[in-house]
């Protein structure tokens, strides 16, 4: 079982950085493949950004790559999504998620964990 907390979420403006974190409860985090989505008003959740158990390797959604990054830190179970050049079109809600898929899992169906999401809204 993994319990998931998101922060860090905010109103910035376009061009603007945020970084999100994801805190997560149990001893193995280490084992979890982690991922964030997003979900704006009126629109399904989709895929943000994934990483595989040990974070040497990484995978975006077209929509950020080159300005968002995802990273970890297994020793204090902690998930993050460091957010640069931010635009309105992403402003949503952010969720992480934890995946007994131990490598990059790009698929709602594939986590089996959620947070309760963090705001962020990005001003024009």
């Known amino acids: 079982q993994v319990q998931l907390v998101e922060s860090g979420g905010g109103l910035v403006q376009a061009g603007g950085s945020l970084r999100l974190s994801c805190a997560a409860s149990?001893?193995?985090?280490?084992?979890?493949?982690m991922g964030w989505f997003r979900q704006a008003p009126g629109k399904e959740r989709e895929f943000v950004a994934a990483?595989?158990?040990?974070?040497?390797?990484?995978t975006y959604a077209d929509s950020v790559k080159g300005r968002f990054t995802i990273s970890r830190d297994n020793a204090n179970h902690t998930l993050y999504l460091q957010m640069n050049s931010l635009k309105p079109e992403d402003t949503a809600v952010y969720y992480c998620?934890?995946?007994?898929?131990?490598?990059?899992?790009?698929?709602?169906?594939?986590?089996?964990?959620w947070g309760q999401g963090t705001q962020v809204t990005v001003s024009s």
């Open positions: 149990g001893r193995t985090f280490g084992r979890y493949g």
């Open positions: 990483n595989s158990w040990s974070g040497a390797w990484a």
């Open positions: 998620a934890a995946s007994r898929i131990a490598t990059m899992p790009t698929r709602l169906e594939e986590y089996e964990y």
